[in-house]
């Protein structure tokens, strides 16, 4: 049983805006701090941004200023909005929850669950 959703991956040109959407239930929504982690080929899986219960986010150091981790309660839906992309960051991006009050993204192993991921391509 699918628990996390992905969508709004894509291929950009450098520079570009995406934005990546997780859908997922109620349940991990309410009792789950959530992440996003990105994977590319040969790479390990990387931590991105996480968003704990109470709404404090972290980014890799990589990404502050141009990403911006969100979630919506009335959707159980989690967000990543993605600006001045660059080739660095394809990847293959997954949404992941933990269920703890407080989300690392040194890690991935403390996660509970998983989605199948989005593929992020830029192109320079």
């Known amino acids: 049983q699918v628990q996390l959703v992905e969508s709004g991956g894509g291929s950009v040109q450098a520079g570009g805006s995406l934005s990546l959407s997780c859908i997922t239930s109620?349940?991990?929504?309410?009792?789950?701090?959530m992440a996003w982690f990105r994977q590319a080929p040969g790479k390990e899986r990387e931590g991105v941004a996480g968003i704990d219960s109470d709404g404090s986010t972290r980014y890799a150091d990589s990404v502050v200023g141009r990403f911006t981790i969100s979630r919506n309660s009335a959707k159980n839906t989690l967000y990543l909005q993605m600006n001045s992309l660059k080739p660095e960051d394809t990847a293959r991006y997954y949404c992941?929850?933990?269920?703890?009050?407080?989300?690392?993204?040194?890690?991935?192993?403390?996660?509970?669950?998983w989605g199948q991921g989005t593929q992020v391509t830029v192109s320079s």
């Open positions: 109620a349940y991990i929504y309410s009792s789950h701090c």
């Open positions: 992941a929850a933990h269920k703890s009050f407080y989300c690392s993204i040194v890690t991935m192993h403390n996660y509970n669950y």
